[in-house]
């Protein structure tokens, strides 16, 4: 059973970058055809995809995030990290990490899913 836990600050000052580190234990990150998505869901608001990082590395963003958003991760530690820059009150949401056999930008095909963490951008 695969499991994934998020990481990281609680609180994030306007115009900073955001970093969030999902760990994953019970399986590897670069199994095949294994999906590892962040997703988040504002107040308020549905659960929105941001981007994946394959099994093989390969990136994939949200249009609409695209340009504030990098995902990278150290295969080593069986982790994968998001980064989203130039972060605004707009962007306070829970962040889950989340995985899926095959790609997918549909939040509801996502099977393994982390406890998701809060993350509040205010000064």
């Known amino acids: 059973q695969v499991h994934l836990q998020e990481s990281g600050p609680g609180l994030v000052k306007p115009s900073q970058t955001l970093s969030l580190t999902c760990t994953v234990s019970?399986?590897?990150?670069?199994?095949?055809?294994?999906?590892w998505s962040w997703i988040r869901q504002p107040p308020g608001k549905g659960l929105e995809w941001m981007g994946a990082i394959a099994y093989s590395g390969s990136t994939y963003y949200s249009p609409s995030l695209k340009s504030r958003t990098s995902i990278s991760r150290d295969t080593s530690e069986n982790q994968f990290t998001l980064q989203l820059s130039s972060v605004t009150p707009e962007d306070t949401a829970v962040y889950y990490c989340?995985?899926?056999?095959?790609?997918?930008?549909?939040?509801?095909?996502?099977?393994?899913w982390g406890q998701g963490t809060q993350v509040t951008v205010s000064s």
């Open positions: 989340a995985a899926r056999d095959g790609y997918s930008d549909y939040v509801p095909e996502y099977d393994y």
């Open positions: 019970g399986g590897s990150i670069t199994t095949n055809y294994y999906y």
